[in-house]
Structure formats: C-alpha cells, structure tokens
C-alpha cells in the first residue's frame, strides 16, 4: 500500500481535503481523507508529496493526435472551407512515418500536461497501435465518412482493457451518408460503447443540411460524393436524430450552430456534448453558448480538437479559456468539463474523473499553495497553473 499526502486533495471539483491523503494498493484507491482524521498505521507509509495539490488527472474528450504533424500548417483565416481543403492536402503531403512520429510526441506532451485519458479520432486508423501501447487511456475512434463502407473494413471493437476501448465514429452529417452513420451507430451500440460525431461546426454545414445546396454540396460534387440520398432536415442536431443516431452514448461534438429545440433534443436524448472552444473560435471566430446547456442541466466535457485547429492539447489551456470568455460559469463546472463530465461522456467514470474509493489512482500533483481560497478561488488557481514539467505522480 501506498499513502500519497499533499496539504490538498482536491477530490472532486466540490470537495478539497486539507492536509489529506489517498491510499492507493494496486493502482487503485482504497481510501481517501484528511491525515488528522487517519489511523496511525496509515501515518508510517506515506509518500509526502508537499504543499500543493494532488487531483485527479483530465480527460481530453475530443481530439486528433493523428494530425500533430499538421501544426502550423493551415491557416485559421481563410474560411472553414478552405480549412478542410488545405488539411486534405497538407496531410497527403505528411509521410505516415511522420504522421505517427508526431503522433506520438503529442500523446507524450499531453501526459506530461496531466492529459492521463483522450478520444482520439483516428481517420486514417494509423494511430491505433500507438494509442493501445502509449501510456494514455481513454477511446480510440476509427473514424469514417463519405457514402462507402465495406461491411469488412469495419473496425473491430474493443472494450477489454478497463481503461482503453476502441470504438467507431462518424465523421460528420455533412460529409457522411445517413445509411452509414446507421451502420456505424449499430455497431458502437451493440458493444455499448460510446459513439462520436462532430456535428453543427459549421454555418456551411447548416446550409447543406437544410438545402443541401450552398458551397459544401458543390464541395463534395467536386470530390465525386454522391449525395442524393441524403435527405434534408430542419437543423444538423435534428438530422442526427432524425436518423436515430441520438442516445445517452452518443458524443457530439462542437455543437456551436444549434438552437434550443436541438438543445432539447440533446437533453431528451441525454447525449453528451463535447466542446472544443479554442478550435471553435480560430476556425469560426464563434464559441459555443456553453451556459445555455448548463441551463438545460447538460453536462458538457471538453476537448481541444487537433493541433491542425488549436495552439496546444493541453486541457488546462482549454480550461482557462473557457474561464476567460465565460467568467460567469462556476469554475467548478468548468473543470469538471474536464474530469467528471469527460469522465462521463467516455463510460469511465467508474475508473476515472474524481479520487474516489474504488477508481484507478490517475492522479496529479500541482505545486501549488491554496492556503487561504475558498473553494472558487482554489479552483481558478488550478485551472491557471502552468508549468508542465512540475505535474506529475
Ligand atoms: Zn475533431
């Protein structure tokens, strides 16, 4: 057994404990609680880690660590067209060497930041190897979209470790069939695995949807996607539905062209939204209405998206962000959307998301003094806290 000791333990984003431990046998905790408070066996084995705070690890719930290499490359400027264009070509020009190698660098630099679990999309299905023998948990995603699919090319799906599945997802409703979406969402629910989708991201992507004219539909003409077949609907989130994609372990991601009709569909549906602000705003100069779900009692995770459409995949970045342009929400909320409603979204939070009896001891220790906060101003200090090379277990 293992005791760790810190003067905070933040066990929740609710609950900090004062000179507190966590007892830890197999990786696993055991106990929680404040030293005072602890019987005198638990005093002789302890790992004193100082004045700062042990909590537990974040979970980034969206991103592509199969496009790191992209950093840099593409303009956020040009318009979300031109995006995805300049994306397509850039990556044809990346070698898979190269694709892996940063890959792999991005997945280190996110542990090393106090990333311990991630949904990576995988669409060319190259990181799967290197999420499985990485140090990060979570869910890899094979990712598909167009209006093809081999019924053989189908991944195989996996929940047999406790904290690394695989699953599949769609791309989005604008780029991917409606008959597929159906055969992917089957899959992923047959395993009761969560599934995830990006969806409402774009003005053009709502423009198709309702009219399926505008400058996506010539878009995928032009790359010989037949898209006849597609059917129109009232909104991109209603579509979704509308095809029975929308359940309680559907991920859907970005969310920034909605309504409060959608808003309550995805409340009804108990789906899971999945925000990644800072790629919102560079790729669309628009973020999602974040407290209007809060008001409809969602519980939002966060993700950063790839280093093609953000700065970094630090989760502690996409924290003080969402601080920043939305000081009115609880911070406890917001690092929640870190911890415990990621936690959620992935099916993990039996394993992960707080300190609790029972959890994986995915923890990390930041250096710092929160003597004399309460507990909103504790928890801002958190979120501030940058020095990557400090956060560890
Ligand atoms: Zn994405």
């Not at 031109?82 to 997945?107: D, F, H």
């Not at 604008?174 to 995830?196: D, R």
């Not at 969402?322 to 993990?348: G, H, R, W």
Request: proline fraction near 4%.
């Amino acid at each position: 057994m293992q005791i760790h000791r810190a003067k905070h333990i933040l066990v929740s984003p609710w609950h900090i404990i004062e000179n507190g431990y966590i007892a830890v046998v197999n990786n696993t905790i055991i106990d929680v609680g404040s030293i005072a408070a602890a019987s005198s066996h638990l005093k002789s084995n302890v790992i004193d880690h100082g004045s700062g705070v042990i909590m537990p690890a974040l979970l980034n719930a969206h991103t592509h660590f199969e496009l790191s290499a992209l950093q840099g490359k593409i303009s956020f400027d040009k318009g979300f067209n031109n995006w995805v264009r300049e994306l397509i070509k850039s990556r044809e020009e990346c070698t898979v060497g190269l694709l892996c190698q940063k890959a792999k660098e991005a997945i280190d630099a996110a542990i090393l930041s106090g990333t311990y679990f991630a949904c990576e999309i995988s669409t060319l299905g190259i990181t799967k190897d290197i999420f499985a023998d990485s140090d990060i948990g979570g869910i890899w995603f094979k990712e598909y979209l167009g209006s093809n699919l081999i019924q053989n090319d189908l991944a195989q799906l996996s929940s047999n470790k406790i904290h690394k599945k695989e699953s599949i997802a769609g791309h989005a409703p604008h780029t991917t069939s409606p008959a597929i979406l159906n055969v992917l969402k089957k899959e992923a629910k047959i395993a009761n695995l969560p599934f995830s989708i990006h969806v409402a991201e774009s003005t053009d992507e709502t423009e198709f949807i309702t009219t399926k004219k505008g400058s996506w539909a010539d878009f995928l003409k032009e790359r010989g996607i037949d898209t006849s077949l597609w059917g129109k609907s009232r909104s991109p989130v209603q579509h979704l539905d509308d095809i029975g994609l929308i359940d309680n372990l559907t991920l859907l991601i970005h969310l920034l062209n909605v309504d409060t009709a959608d808003i309550e569909i995805i409340a009804n549906r108990q789906a899971k939204p999945i925000f990644c602000p800072r790629s919102n705003f560079n790729l669309h100069k628009k973020l999602p209405d974040i407290p209007l779900f809060l008001k409809y009692g969602l519980k939002p995770a966060l993700g950063t998206d790839s280093l093609a459409s953000t700065e970094t995949l630090n989760m502690f970045d996409e924290m003080l962000y969402v601080a920043k342009n939305f000081p009115a929400i609880n911070p406890s909320e917001i690092l929640a959307m870190a911890t415990t409603n990621s936690a959620d979204a992935l099916c993990f939070s039996k394993i992960a998301g707080t300190l609790e009896k029972g959890k994986i001891a995915s923890f990390i220790y930041l250096p710092l003094d929160l003597t004399h906060k309460n507990l909103s101003d504790s928890i801002i200090s958190i979120i501030d806290y940058r020095d990557e090379q400090q956060i560890n277990t």
